[in-house]
Structure formats: C-alpha cells, structure tokens
C-alpha cells in the first residue's frame, strides 16, 4: 500500500479494520478530528477522488507527522524496496517505493507519493538531519521533486537546536520508613528544535518527601518546560534507584511520631 501505491490494499485493509469501507472510513475521519486536522474530510480509503474528499497541505503534514511516531509506519515508508512471498507457489514479487527522495535526497525518510487527475501530483516527504526532523508537503504541484529538495533544505538549515537545563539539576528528597533516608534526583537537560527565537524556561515539580519502598524508575515527580509563557512539553522525573522500606521493628507510636516531626519540618522550611 506505502510503496506502491496498492489501492486495492487500501480497500482490503479497510476491510480488515473497519468490516467495510464506510466502517473504516468513519475511523480515519475519527482519528483525524482527534489529532487536529480541522479542513479534512476523507471518502475513501485509497484516496482516489470523491466528491466529499478533500484536505489541506497543512492538514497532511500534521497526519504524517502523526504517522511518522509509529515504527512500523516509519520503516515502510523509508524502505525503497520490498520483496513479498504469497501464494501457494509461493510467488515472489518486489515492490519498488514511488517515492524518488529516498534515492536522490541524502536525508529522506518518507512518505508517500499521490496522483489523480484531479488533484494532481501529490507529495509528503520527510527529513531528518543531526537530530532535526522536517516535514514538506505539496499539492498540484508538476514540479515536486526539485520542489521538495529545495524546502527541506530550508526546513533543516532554519531549525536550530537548543537545550534547555533547569536552573537547579540536584536535589536531595528526604524519604520516610527507608533504608536509605534521602533520594538524589538529577535532571538532565533536553534537546529540542525550534524555529524562531524563543524564550524558553522551565518549572520542576518534587514532592517534599517520599514514602518507602521506591522502584528504580518510577515517577517521582514532573519538569515542564515553557515557550514564551506555554507549557510545550512536560518530562517526567524517574528514580534512579530502589530504596527498599526500613525493616526495623519499631512501635506503631515511634512510627507515627517520625511522620508527624518530619511533614511539620516541611512545612516550617517551606
């Protein structure tokens, strides 16, 4: 279906997913609402003309950005060849991806390649150099290819990448009933890309103490980092280690009395 355009695998898989093709053709209408592409209506599965089938350049590039987070989607449409075996012989065929950039632009990694006489040529590739990932989509466009090269080019030579560190990185969180009585959590800078000049920030979310027993990559807490005053992405903060719960015998009043001194300690730092 990817490589060469199989319009009768289109039908078939809608088919398989949807028991028909409007069961099916409901569920890409569906997921499309779900993922932001707003001037999007799809009639068919395949994509071959209808009256009420249409989208935008915009709309396409959000779907294969969407797309492109599934592995499996992401070898398909980055593979220029596939050799299939089906049948009772069994037969043999190779697939030859439609795609021209896998083979002629260093950095291609997909996607898909589309033609009707009414929509004319149709083209959504992708790009990824030194971390930068870029998407480009014409439609009625006769001069795709060079076309393509050109806007990838820009996409990836205008992105920049940056990283972002909070101001503070270590901390110290105290841990109750625990063998170990503290748990040192470091943060680690993220990579990203962006496009035009931004102020960028972040804000850590620790919980004053924890309770033991705590497993080695659990989520302890949240950094979120801001653009221009908007959250654009939260990462979550893991535990670096296990801290098994204190064995030692001690009176339920001892315990009791340990939890009370430390959260009113917390509350008179704070």
Not at 32 to 50: C, Q, R, V, W, Y
Not at 190 to 210: Q, T
Request: aromatic share 10%; net charge positive; proline share 3%.
């Amino acid at each position: 279906m990817m490589l060469a355009s199989g319009n009768d695998a289109a039908n078939v898989t809608a088919y398989e997913l949807g028991g028909t093709v409007d069961g099916f053709v409901k569920l890409m209408n569906d997921k499309a609402k779900a993922i932001g592409m707003k001037n999007t209506n799809f009639e068919t599965p395949s994509g071959l003309d209808a009256k009420e089938h249409y989208s935008t350049a915009y709309d396409m590039a959000i779907l294969a950005s969407f797309a492109l987070k599934n592995p499996d989607f992401k070898k398909a449409v980055s593979s220029e060849k596939a050799t299939l075996f089906y049948g009772n012989e069994p037969y043999k065929r190779t697939l030859t991806n439609h795609n021209r950039l896998l083979k002629s632009y260093p950095y291609a990694i997909g996607v898909k390649t589309g033609f009707t006489k009414k929509s004319g040529r149709c083209l959504v590739s992708a790009a990824r150099k030194d971390g930068k990932t870029v998407i480009a989509v014409t439609l009625n466009d006769p001069n795709d290819w060079v076309d393509h090269k050109n806007l990838l080019d820009f996409g990836l030579n205008s992105i920049k990448l940056t990283e972002i560190v909070p101001k503070e990185t270590s901390y110290k969180i105290d841990v109750i009933s625990g063998v170990e009585t503290e748990l040192n959590v470091k943060i680690e800078p993220i990579k990203i890309s962006y496009f035009k000049e931004n102020n960028f920030d972040s804000i850590v979310n620790l919980p004053r103490f924890l309770y033991a027993p705590i497993k080695k990559g659990e989520k302890i807490g949240s950094v979120d980092y801001i653009s221009n005053g908007e959250i654009f992405k939260t990462v979550d903060i893991l535990a670096d280690n296990d801290i098994k719960i204190q064995t030692v015998k001690t009176s339920k009043t001892d315990n009791f009395k340990e939890k009370i001194i430390l959260i009113f300690k917390k509350i008179w730092e704070s």
